[in-house]
């Protein structure tokens, strides 16, 4: 496949959150999200989730607002926004 800008272009934002966290508090528990993988193409992002000791993953379809911000919607009946631009970059830290 032919590298062009776009897809160079798409990599960098790739990468920009991978691993990227992001804690939230449910009212009961709180939970910590890190980006696995964010597919622009399908519009999909997947994300490991830790709450009370235990991880697991999962898919979740990425929504544009009227503002063109990304996010996903998360909780039993899909009740909470978590908005990519709220996540931080964990492997930025200055040593």
């Given at each position: 496949m032919k590298e062009t800008s776009a897809n160079v272009n798409q990599e960098n934002e790739v990468r920009k959150f991978y691993l990227s966290e992001f804690s939230f508090d449910d009212g009961e528990y709180e939970i910590t999200f890190n980006i696995i993988d964010v597919d622009f193409l399908r519009q999909t992002?997947?994300?490991a989730i830790t709450r009370c000791g235990k991880i697991t993953q999962d898919t979740f379809p990425l929504i544009r607002d009227s503002e063109g911000k990304l996010y996903f919607e998360f909780g039993l009946f899909y009740e909470n926004k978590i908005r990519l631009d709220d996540f931080q970059?964990?492997?930025?830290?200055?040593?």
């Open positions: 992002i997947t994300v970059n964990i492997g930025d830290d200055d040593e």
